[in-house]
């Protein structure tokens, strides 16, 4: 019985910690569940990034599932996943662009507007196009609220314009498999 | 010119970019309040920066670490607390924001694992020693009181 203890107690001490461990060392730091899961989005009254004449509000997101997709043209891994993006667009997916601004931005860049739009047509034209509309993030404040923490973030929002889904990353064929692809069509029927 | 006054030039350079982004720090978040500037500074060693894990958001260079500092600058000199500023950010970042958990049934561990860890030492030691007590025969106690006595 003593014996047992002896080696038994280290031995079950020991396989707790290696299980633990080895956890640690396959989950994704960088995975964080957002705290906007199941609430509404964020009041919000954004500008259009090809024309701030043209106004969003919270009702520009509702009735339909939207992805929000939070990107820019600075972002070199927002390049790699337009091409997929456009590909959902081609399938009937809403894909609606918050522009993550950072070359206006003083602390960052000195583009004026004109080439920033100049960019992003060029971009669009080239790698695809998935976008319904896309909001300018001015100052990155929106982001703020959205708990946003760099671009590529892709936000699942449900016809009543709730956040059921947030993915921090590119958007690529296995994420939308394995994270998307089910929720996206329970909500499409619902 | 020589190599010493080359030195000298080359030193009063790196002096003055030195002292010249510093004061551009200073200007860039000022406060006429002392309270304030310190609740700022506080802040930003104790909120967490979301893209780069291990760094307070004073330390880091993210982009959304300059975002949430601005924000924290602008809340401070609305006069916000620090409790409110904190709950601002966790609302949307998550308690991950924050340096210090809060206690949940997840985290209440960290505080009773090594109390427990203790508790157990002390339960050992005790059982430990009373055992020993026990494994002293009669006989045993006479014979050193023999050997006491003859001394």
């Not at chain 1, 339909?64 to 820019?72: K, P, Q, R, S």
């Not at chain 1, 956040?163 to 089910?182: C, E, P, T």
């Not at chain 2, 260079?61 to 000199?77: G, H, Q, R, S």
């Not at chain 2, 916000?80 to 997840?106: A, C, N, Q, W």
Request: glycine residues 6%.
């Amino acid at each position: 019985m003593k014996k047992v203890a002896i080696f038994g107690l280290p031995l079950a001490f020991f396989l707790l910690a290696a299980v633990f461990l080895m956890r640690g060392l396959y989950s994704n730091p960088a995975e964080r569940d957002s705290t906007l899961i199941g609430q509404p989005l964020p009041p919000f009254q954004l500008v259009d990034v090809m024309d701030e004449a043209i106004q969003y509000r919270n009702d520009a997101l509702t009735g339909e599932v939207n992805l929000i997709n939070v990107w820019g043209t600075w972002c070199q891994t927002c390049a790699v996943e337009l091409p997929f993006l456009t590909q959902l667009k081609d399938q009937g997916v809403n894909v609606v662009g918050l522009y993550h601004e950072l070359d206006s931005d003083p602390a960052f860049g000195v583009k004026s507007v004109d080439v920033i739009r100049t960019e992003i047509t060029e971009m669009l034209k080239t790698l695809g196009n998935p976008y319904r509309f896309n909001m300018l993030d001015e100052g990155r404040r929106y982001s703020l609220d959205l708990g946003v923490t760099g671009a590529p973030e892709t936000f699942l929002i449900d016809k009543s314009g709730k956040v059921r889904l947030h993915h921090i990353g590119d958007l690529n064929q296995r994420v939308w498999q394995s994270k998307f692809a089910r929720l996206y069509s329970e909500l499409e029927s619902e | 010119m020589n190599f010493r006054s080359f030195l000298i030039i080359l030193f009063g350079i790196i002096l003055y970019s030195v002292s010249h982004s510093a004061s551009s720090v200073e200007e860039k978040f000022s406060f006429e309040d002392e309270s304030k500037r310190a609740l700022f500074i506080e802040l930003g060693n104790e909120l967490r920066c979301p893209k780069c894990q291990n760094q307070n958001i004073a330390d880091s260079n993210a982009v959304v670490a300059k975002d949430i500092t601005a924000k924290v600058y602008e809340l401070v000199k609305d006069g916000k607390s620090k409790d409110e500023i904190i709950s601002y950010m966790k609302l949307r970042y998550g308690d991950f924001v924050h340096y210090e958990p809060p206690i949940t049934p997840l985290t209440l561990w960290l505080w009773l694992l090594p109390l427990i860890f203790i508790l157990f030492g002390c339960v050992f030691m005790f059982l430990l020693s009373k055992k020993k007590q026990v494994d002293i025969s009669q006989e045993q106690l006479q014979k050193a009181d023999e050997w006491l006595d003859t001394k």
